[in-house]
């Protein structure tokens, strides 16, 4: 069974850094793509940043420049650095995990975690 679980998140003041985690578990880590997708109060969710299975990053403009995405396949994990903060970061930030495409099953699989809220105030 394939465990998504996301750490890190917390109160920040505008400004300020958090890096988050995210562990993925029961599956091949390293053939994964992986993403942080973040959603506000009253929004849809938006992806933040993706990282290939080759370690290609890409990133949502609002964040370009300040968010960095990195992962450890020794580790099984992906990480969200964050600096530069801003109260529009405000969100819950949601750990994805997705498979290949497989011709069997006609889809690609892909795993959620369970998401951890990132606060930027005063």
């Known amino acids: 069974q394939v465990q998504v679980v996301e750490s890190g998140g917390g109160l920040v003041l505008p400004g300020g850094s958090l890096r988050l985690s995210c562990v993925v578990s029961?599956?091949?880590?390293?053939?994964?793509?992986l993403g942080w997708y973040r959603q506000a109060p009253g929004k849809q969710r938006d992806l933040v940043a993706v990282i290939t299975s080759g370690g290609m990053p890409n990133y949502a403009d609002s964040v370009k420049g300040r968010f960095t995405i990195s992962r450890d396949n020794a580790k099984n994990t992906v990480y969200l650095q964050m600096n530069g903060l801003k109260p529009e970061d405000t969100a819950v930030y949601y750990c994805n995990a997705k498979a290949p495409f497989t011709v069997v099953a006609g889809k690609a699989f892909e795993y959620w975690g369970q998401g951890t809220l990132v606060t930027v105030s005063e």
């Open positions: 029961g599956t091949i880590f390293s053939i994964h793509a």
